[in-house]
């Protein structure tokens, strides 16, 4: 039964600099911030969740993924505005005494500048958080509870957790709509499942994947939820969250809330909406599909933000993602829907003597080719190596290659549109050209180089190579090698975070590589994170003529 709540009990939390960190890495100024924290103030905002508390970093993350107390009182919070923190359960269960992790993290509240701490679980997380609800309330903060991913759930499930919830010191329970995929009718029906057991205060955090965070919004009030999210423009994660402009703006049209708003749109022209254009987030056709076929935005957010994945790829990943189930985000399964099965291709073409005595240079797709093309330039200029393309680079002018190499299905159908509009020469099994229109090949030479791929292999041949992985770099560095070079260059190389699986996958294939009698050194010319060599492009060592024992030499040895 619908149970409208009178104005005077909404709470409005804004979880901008929380929510928005995901495009930002949670590093904003402080003149943003302070600016932001007035006009938060001045709008009538009840909470600013300021970002995450966590104690462990695997990489540069700005202070808003921590949000510690020290750096708050920095700040120039307005008295009348009250801070909180979100902690994502998992984090505070992974070291096995909860209550310790939470005693490590905060202090008693009234020592702290915040106020609200607001704990985010999937569902199966649940079960083990009395203690971290216990330990808060003990130390005198008021506490929030997120239910993740709650839409889809059964009404058995609901009432379940809502249950366990309703045994805790906690003053909100709230439900998130984590795929964007919900109706109002779906609030209506997560709502009274959850009044079955839990009769306190109930809040809603809205995501925006169809466009339908306001609606959706206003329907949880309608239903009786007194806690409301939103952030400025919607940043968020994904598509983004409910506006809180439009969300005020509504709730003033319906005699809700009043509030001043003049100084938030100067916020939101002036400084989000700029940011807004270059990050993009907010609805859009893709976040739309994602929450149709019930796949985490994250998917999305991390296809749009790789150049390499035009819209006919994303469209069918998501849709393998959700008949995979992706409700999770995993860049593992990332790769596997955007990868198809290895080829395995003989090879015509005979590689010997190719290269015979050349300097090769092989320009991989990272940026460190645009930041440093110059050097590159400089390089090829009295170096005059054999410059080999891997797949496509945007950032080096074509008439500086020689030839591209690929042998990567998936990303052949990335870079089709390059191919067809360009020419010159290839290097690719004949397989790898089948998956594309034939007429695009008529203005390129192509040398088929044969490929197959076995885990934990690497074996080199005149005619086609063994490879651990589908890596187009990885295949062109053995047909390199066939082809009788004698020093081999790397450019573009940059390696990404050690624990992207990306990353292994090139350790993994460099690292078997290396393992081989009397294979060409490699050299990296520019920065890179993997395990290469790296010297300078100025240096005069560069040019010295050092030669090294081909693989042609090596065969008849």
């Known amino acids: 039964?619908?149970?409208?709540?009178?104005?005077?009990?909404?709470?409005?939390?804004?979880?901008?600099?929380?929510?928005?960190?995901?495009?930002?890495?949670?590093?904003?100024?402080?003149?943003?911030?302070?600016?932001?924290?007035?006009?938060?103030?001045?709008?009538?905002?009840?909470?600013?969740?300021?970002?995450?508390?966590?104690?462990?970093?695997?990489?540069?993350?700005?202070?808003?993924?921590?949000?510690?107390?020290?750096?708050?009182?920095?700040?120039?919070?307005?008295?009348?505005?009250?801070?909180?923190?979100?902690?994502?359960?998992?984090d505070l269960l992974k070291y096995g005494n909860p209550k310790e992790t939470v005693a490590q993290l905060f202090c008693k509240a009234e020592d702290s500048p915040v106020t609200l701490v607001r704990v985010a679980a999937h569902f199966n997380e649940v079960d083990n958080c009395g203690d971290i609800m216990e330990e808060l309330h003990k130390l005198g903060y008021v506490t929030g509870f997120n239910l993740m991913q709650s839409s889809g759930r059964s009404r058995e499930e609901l009432i379940k957790k809502a249950e366990i919830a309703a045994a805790w010191p906690i003053d909100s329970l709230y439900f998130a709509d984590s795929l964007g995929n919900m109706l109002p009718d779906d609030i209506s029906f997560i709502v009274s499942a959850l009044r079955e057991a839990w009769k306190g205060p109930m809040g809603f955090h809205a995501h925006d994947n169809m466009g339908m965070g306001l609606v959706n919004a206003l329907a949880a009030i309608k239903e009786g939820v007194t806690w409301i999210d939103g952030t400025v423009t919607g940043m968020g994660r994904g598509a983004g969250n409910v506006r809180m402009e439009y969300l005020l703006l509504e709730l003033s049209k319906q005699g809700m809330r009043e509030t001043e708003l003049d100084a938030l749109m100067s916020l939101v022209i002036e400084e989000f909406e700029p940011v807004q254009r270059s990050c993009g987030w907010g609805p859009s056709i893709y976040y739309h599909l994602s929450a149709t076929y019930g796949v985490h935005p994250t998917y999305v957010q991390e296809m749009l933000s790789d150049e390499r994945y035009k819209p006919v790829a994303i469209v069918k990943a998501l849709k393998r993602l959700g008949a995979a189930g992706a409700s999770g985000f995993s860049r593992d399964r990332l790769k596997d829907v955007t990868e198809s099965e290895p080829l395995v291709s003989v090879g015509t073409w005979n590689a010997t003597g190719w290269l015979k005595d050349r300097d090769v240079l092989l320009v991989g797709p990272g940026e460190e080719v645009k930041n440093h093309l110059e050097a590159l330039e400089y390089f090829i200029e009295k170096k005059n190596p054999y410059v080999i393309c891997i797949n496509i680079n945007p950032w080096i002018p074509s008439h500086l290659i020689n030839a591209w190499a690929a042998c990567n299905p998936d990303r052949l159908m990335l870079d089709k549109e390059f191919y067809a509009k360009n020419q010159g020469l290839l290097l690719a099994p004949n397989a790898l050209l089948q998956y594309v229109d034939k007429d695009i090949w008529n203005h390129w030479t192509i040398q088929d180089y044969g490929v197959s791929v076995e885990s934990g292999e690497f074996k080199v041949m005149v005619e086609n190579a063994t490879i651990p992985h589908a890596l187009s770099a990885i295949y062109a560095i053995a047909a390199v090698n066939a082809g009788g070079a004698s020093n081999l260059y790397l450019a573009g190389f940059d390696g990404y975070t050690s624990e992207d699986p990306r990353h292994k996958q090139m350790e993994n294939a460099l690292g078997l590589y290396n393992e081989q009698p009397g294979v060409l050194p490699l050299t990296s010319i520019t920065p890179t994170s993997l395990t290469i060599a790296t010297v300078s492009p100025f240096s005069e060592s560069v040019y010295l003529n050092k030669e090294n024992e081909t693989f042609a030499q090596r065969m008849s040895a």
């Not at 039964?1 to 409005?12: A, G, K, R, Y």
């Not at 001045?42 to 700005?62: H, K, P």
Request: hydrophobic share 30%; proline share 3%; net charge negative.
């Open 1 to 90: 039964m619908t149970n409208q709540h009178n104005c005077q009990e909404l709470v409005i939390l804004d979880c901008t600099f929380r929510d928005g960190g995901y495009y930002n890495n949670w590093d904003y100024s402080t003149e943003l911030a302070n600016r932001y924290l007035q006009v938060m103030s001045d709008s009538g905002i009840d909470y600013v969740e300021l970002g995450f508390r966590a104690l462990e970093s695997s990489s540069f993350e700005g202070p808003y993924a921590y949000t510690p107390d020290s750096w708050i009182k920095r700040l120039d919070v307005p008295r009348n505005l009250k801070i909180g923190v979100m902690c994502n359960a998992k």
